[in-house]
């Protein structure tokens, strides 16, 4: 698993060591700003796990890893679209650049599913509808044209050379762990600490929410069930406004409408995300366990109890 001390990544590393149906679970991450050791604390201890940290990048260290492994998933990934718009280079890089190295070694060493963790970001913005998987990719930042990119060179080598390669993309994440750039987290982490919640232009630009621990389930049902060069979107059914998100968090917060602050617009803003995900539904019998109401209380109280995993992370580069 690359990228598996990240939000994602160490959710669905300790669900793999608890399911307990691994030989081993090996996390390789290189702990930039958003990856942190502190995630897979509680799998740290048990035999099956393994931590390497190094770069998707390095074609020795992959070659090595890839060896050793039936399975890659790959988590690793630039992710915040803000910083992409600042530092276009360095998402190509991880995201192009280092999944195409993960592709060559996992060939080369026999590899026997290669999984390919993307993004809804990739088809671009729909006003109406919900895209299925054969929808045209038209993204529109630096980040999901380069998810888009990674995501072209995968299938070109299930098409190229019939490597087992799967592709989910899914639609926004919440729960604990998530680093506090991403709206949930910095609204809570801002509103525990008596700050203004920062609301890029009206906030109506609409997204569909998807608790953490069900991506990780789709993400199981897919390794299991799914097809080799199959794309699966996966999604919640749970669409709301970015103002209807922060409203409900002011409500479970006991905060009122005066915790808003509304900021200029993010350059390249998608309105709305919408992805059908009724072909997960039909081949691999998925659908979410948590609702969007039931688990954002879980979240901000997550985040109330844990000030001292998300507090140091403020001042981290």
Known sequence: MTGGAGFIGSHFAKNQ??????????????????GNRANLASIENNPKFYFVQGDICDPSLI????????????????????????EGDKFVMTNVVGTTNLLKHSLANKVKVFHQVS????????????????YPLAPNSPYS????????????????????????????????????????????????QGRKIPVYGDGQNRRDWLHVED???????????????????VGGGEELTNLEVVNILLEVLGKDKSSIEYVADRQGHDFRYSVNWQKLKNETDFHPKNTFSEGI?????????????????????
């Open 17 to 34: 060591i608890i399911r307990d149906q691994w030989e081993s679970v090996m996390v390789l991450d290189l702990l930039t700003y958003a």
């Open 63 to 86: 070659n090595e890893l890839t060896k050793k492994s039936d399975v890659v998933v790959n988590f690793a990934a630039e992710s915040h679209v803000d910083r992409s718009l600042l």
């Open 119 to 134: 993004t809804d970001e990739v088809y671009g913005s729909i006003l109406e509808g919900s895209w299925d998987e054969k």
């Open 145 to 192: 044209a380069s998810k888009a990119a990674a995501d072209l060179i995968a299938l070109s080598y299930f098409k190229s050379y019939g490597m087992d390669v799967r592709i989910s993309r899914c639609s926004n994440n919440y729960g604990p762990n998530q680093y506090p750039e991403k709206l949930i987290p910095l609204a809570v982490t801002n509103l525990v």
């Open 215 to 233: 991506h990780c389930l789709a993400i199981e049902k897919i390794i299991d069930f799914g097809r080799a060069g199959e794309v699966y979107n």
């Open 297 to 317: 209380v879980a979240t901000v109280t997550w985040y109330r109890e844990n000030t001292s995993w998300w507090l140091p992370l403020l001042t981290k580069n």
